[in-house]
């Protein structure tokens, strides 16, 4: 765990040394347009990209200054956050086995631990919810449960009037890879990895994480996502889903991914509701990264 910890902590510390890349950098925006709509807008992305790393090297300050920006996110970081002292099982703590159990659906992916060369989700299903293309690709997989649990989500959202539409799901680590090395071969592996995850960090790899949009497909896996309606739907209730927002506005130097309101990731019910309570990230929800420690 103290080495765990270390290494946390330093990987962190690079982070804060590189430009904030994009979880969902190998989206069709980053791959060249492959999505029309959003083919003019990569440069944008790519300028905000950078005026967040800036944000990060302060990211003392950053998380109260970007506070009002997305109220659905800036509710649940306040007023559920003061209500976290009742947390229903307190003292129960997470069950850190999960972690790192790559058939758990509460496992932890990210910059720091990868899932293994070999692994593929043995139950991958089509949620049956609309998404912003027709075919039956790899994009469109999600694992069971989680499938399962975005169908009630969408279903839910259209309750209150919210059309969700899936933009891309699940990615095989063979498909990472092909990204990946097509990028390293076009500008090289340092650049490459400001905007794509290496093979294996990737959370859609998961087959547990979806990137969604609005019904009408704009501003799919774009900043200005934040903005809408349906992203305020969903950091208001994803959670009741088991869905979390994995890459919180504030949370970069955490996560290691500046703020994404359109990825989502499933982790059941219970987690994502005590982690949406108390405003936290997956890693914290694990003490993965001592926040408030000074090594
Ligand atoms: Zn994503």
């Not at 169908?151 to 209150?160: I, R």
């Not at 097509?182 to 990895?193: F, H, I, L, P, Q």
């Not at 088991?242 to 994404?260: A, C, H, N, V």
Request: hydrophobic residues 35%; aromatic residues 8%; contains cysteine.
């Amino acid at each position: 765990m103290t080495t765990r910890i270390k290494t946390l902590t330093t990987v962190s510390a690079l982070l804060l040394a590189m430009a904030l890349v994009t979880a969902c950098g190998d989206t069709p925006k980053a791959a060249s347009g492959n999505n029309p709509a959003t083919a003019n807008q990569g440069a944008d992305q790519n300028g905000a990209a950078a005026v967040n790393g800036d944000h990060v090297k302060n990211n003392g300050e950053s998380q109260e200054q970007q506070g009002s920006d997305n109220q659905g996110a800036g509710e649940n970081g306040s007023t559920d956050g003061e209500a976290s002292g009742n947390s229903a099982n307190a003292g129960n703590g997470p069950d850190m086995a999960a972690a790192s159990d790559v058939n758990s659906v509460a496992v932890l992916v990210n910059k720091e631990f990868a899932l293994p060369d070999e692994y593929n989700p043995a139950d991958l299903v089509y949620p049956n919810v609309r998404f912003t293309f027709k075919e039956k690709i790899e994009k469109r997989m999600m694992r069971s449960e989680a499938a399962k649990a975005l169908e009630e989500l969408f279903a839910g959202a259209e309750e209150d009037g919210i059309y969700l539409a899936g933009v891309s799901a699940y990615r095989s680590h063979k498909t990472q890879t092909s990204l990946f090395n097509r990028y390293v071969k076009r500008d090289g592996e340092e650049k490459a990895k400001t905007y794509s995850a290496v093979p294996g960090h990737s959370e859609h790899e998961t087959g547990l994480a979806i990137d969604v949009s609005g019904s009408d497909g704009k501003c799919a896996a774009e900043d200005c996502f934040g903005d809408t309606k349906e992203a305020e739907w969903l950091a208001k209730h994803a959670a009741e889903y088991g869905f979390i927002i994995r890459y919180p506005e504030g949370k970069d130097s955490i996560t290691g991914y500046k703020y994404e309101p359109w990825h989502i990731r499933y982790v059941g019910v219970e987690i994502a509701s005590e982690i949406a309570e108390q405003g936290i990230t997956l890693e914290e929800y694990y003490g993965a990264i001592p926040v408030t420690a000074n090594p």
